[in-house]
């Protein structure tokens, strides 16, 4: 069975800071991997995904990385600012039809 | 604790036939639902939030009277793709936020294949 875990739980950190979460998980044969964003009370919101044949994918301020032999994925957030609190996830499965396995997330607060 | 189930777990229909996606909470109340959907390849797209007791709210660009979903229980929220067409199949997913847990936490189902000949 798929386990996925973040570390941090929970990240505080001053406006302007170079911030990376990290992602891992036990299973590497995995189909492809996503960073979500969660609001208070809101949906997720997909900001990266990494097929199983990628190294990383950006966005903006956003890059993730994906090392599948080590079981470990990145999200780097460049120059954070407030409005970057929230919770990110990371979620793999492991084929297109697999079930998805999420972690239980990490807390980002990034104060003005 | 905290199961989400989904029914049917793959369904195949012929266009123009509306299709019924269930999404229960097992052992928890939800009075908020949330429906995904994800293309081959593709990232989880966020469809629409669903409220117990009240109307649902949809993301931008997905059609309300396409994709008509009804939260009649704290258990229980259902998707139907009405007057199905090839372009709507696809992979959809529910998610559940437990009211007797504090924090954000979802609870996601096993997902539905629905493939529309």
Known sequence: KQEVTQIPAALSVPEGENLVLNCSFT?????????????????LTSLLLIQSSQREQTSGRLNASLDKSSGRSTLYIAASQPG???TYLCENRGSTLGRLYFGRGTQLTVWP | GAVVSQHPSRVICKSGTSVKIECRSLDFQATTMFWYRQFPKKSLMLMATSNEGSKATYEQGVEKDKFLINHASLTLSTLTVTSAHPEDSS???CSARDIGREGNEQFFGP???LTVL
């Open chain 2, 111 to 113: 997902g539905t294949r």
């Open chain 1, 84 to 86: 970057d609190s929230a």
């Open chain 1, 27 to 43: 299973d590497s044969a995995i189909y492809n991997l996503q960073w979500f964003r969660q609001d208070p009370g809101k949906g």
């Open chain 2, 91 to 93: 992979f959809y997913i």
